[in-house]
Structures are given as structure tokens and as C-alpha cells.
């Protein structure tokens, strides 16, 4: 009998020999979709920003556009996207969120014309973007 406590029986005697199955990898299995969230600025005509986070980016700015969510955004008609974000870690794109929403008015609006220099709507072209680790 091998390692046993207060004198019990094994299933495994000494000379068994222990039988291993090989195991092989999966092949052809579908893989799972990355998840991309994003840190959005959304502006209404007259200037006024909204910045939210999303795991949807083009249906979250869907819902800004047909003012589908009541509260501030609908109140304020942001309806433009001027500037996003994507992130792979929803911690770290609610941290950025957060650390957008701090900042003074002058550093957003440095923050987006640094890339979107005219505030064109930038849902009008939503592609597949280089995932922020941070």
C-alpha cells in the first residue's frame, strides 16, 4: 500500500502500472471574439461633450444618436462622436474614463482636435482599431 493515512486501502497498489491518454490539441474549434471597450467623447452642436465608456461602440453611439437613453445626453443632444479610444481591459478604459472626466474643458478639447482637428462625426467610418493594453 502506498501513502496512506490511518491504515485505509489504495486504490493504486505499488507495481500498477498508471495508464496516461495522450491528449491532442483541438483543432478547428471557433474562437472567441475579443472584447474591445472603448472611452468615447461625444459633442452636440453647440460644444457641449459627453464622455462615456462601451463594450459597443457603433450601437452605443446608435442609442446617442436616436436619443434612446434618457439623462444627459439626451438633454444636451450630443449626438457627434469626436473622439475615441479602444481598450482591451475594462478597468482600464473605465480608469480613462474617469481620468477624462477630471480633466478641464481646454485639455479635452486638446485631447480630441489633436486627432480629429475639424470635430467631423467620426461614427461615419467605425472600423477595427489597435486595442490600447494600458
Known amino acids: ?5 490511518s491504515g485505509g486501502t489504495s486504490l493504486l497498489r505499488a507495481n500498477t502500472p498508471l495508464l496516461f491518454f495522450p491528449v491532442t490539441p483541438r483543432r ?4 472567441i471574439p ?18 462615456g465608456v462601451t463594450n ?3 450601437a452605443r453611439v446608435m442609442q446617442h444618436k436616436q436619443k434612446q437613453i434618457p439623462g444627459f445626453s439626451q438633454t444636451y443632444n450630443t449626438t457627434k462622436l469626436v473622439y475615441f479610444e479602444p481598450f482591451g481591459d475594462a478597468r482600464n478604459a473605465i480608469a480613462r474614463e474617469k481620468q477624462l472626466k477630471r480633466w478641464r474643458r481646454s485639455k479635452k478639447i486638446f485631447l480630441i482636435e489633436k486627432q480629429n482637428s475639424t470635430w467631423r462625426d467620426l461614427s461615419q467610418n467605425l472600423a477595427p482599431h489597435k486595442i490600447n493594453e494600458s
Not at 478547428?28 to 474562437?31: D, L, P, V
Request: aromatic share 10%.
Open 1 to 5: 500500500m502506498v501513502g496512506l493515512r
Open 28 to 31: 478547428n474549434h471557433a474562437k
Open 34 to 51: 475579443r472584447v474591445v471597450y472603448h472611452v468615447y467623447i461625444m459633442a452636440s452642436q453647440s460644444g457641449v461633450l459627453y464622455i
Open 56 to 58: 459597443h461602440l457603433d
